[in-house]
């Protein structure tokens, strides 16, 4: 069971702070962790009920260790994503709802790879890319207690992305 004060990780909403139980206004039996999210932009509460903690995957945020693995799965050679975008999309959006922190480190690595690369991301790819980078970023804010952007600023400076041949790109 979730402590006040516990940082946590929703697998579709990210990461944020336990601040209690309470009960749900409409269903008073109903107990629920309300847990106010890291992405300070959306001032969201989220209300996971105790009972359902298991189905929806909330999980402590990760540990010290696995941030250093983090910084290890970022700095790795990237794996080159399919070329056929619906191939692409499935592999990392699949990686995304996992949950992961070392597959949503990864997603990132190589989505960043692929920007480098080309130049660019179409939209989907952006889309794709903002929301890993928002899970990731915000994981990393609530376990190493800084901001998001600091979070993200982070992850980009452990990246080691490849030189891209001018001939090539």
Not at 154 to 166: G, Q, S
Request: net charge positive; glycine share 6%; hydrophobic share 45%.
């Amino acid at each position: 069971m979730f402590e006040k004060g516990d940082a946590v990780f929703h697998p579709g909403k990210g990461a944020g702070i336990v601040m209690g139980i309470t009960a749900m206004p409409v269903l008073p039996k109903r107990r629920c962790y309300k847990i106010k999210m890291a992405d300070q932009r959306a001032k969201t509460i989220l209300m996971v009920p105790v009972k359902k903690v298991a189905d929806v995957g909330l999980r402590y945020a990760v540990s010290g260790e696995d941030v250093e693995a983090v910084w290890r799965v970022l700095g790795a050679e990237p794996v080159d994503l399919p070329a056929k975008h619906k191939l692409r999309y499935k592999l990392l959006k699949d990686k995304l709802r996992t949950g992961d922190i070392l597959a949503l480190a990864e997603a990132i690595r190589d989505m960043e790879w692929r920007k480098a690369k080309e130049q660019r991301l179409n939209a989907p790819g952006q889309r794709i890319y903002t929301q890993a980078m928002r899970m990731l970023s915000g994981e990393l804010s609530v376990v190493l207690d800084i901001d998001m952007l600091q979070a993200e600023q982070r992850i980009l400076d452990h990246l080691n992305l490849p030189e891209i041949d001018e001939e090539e790109a």
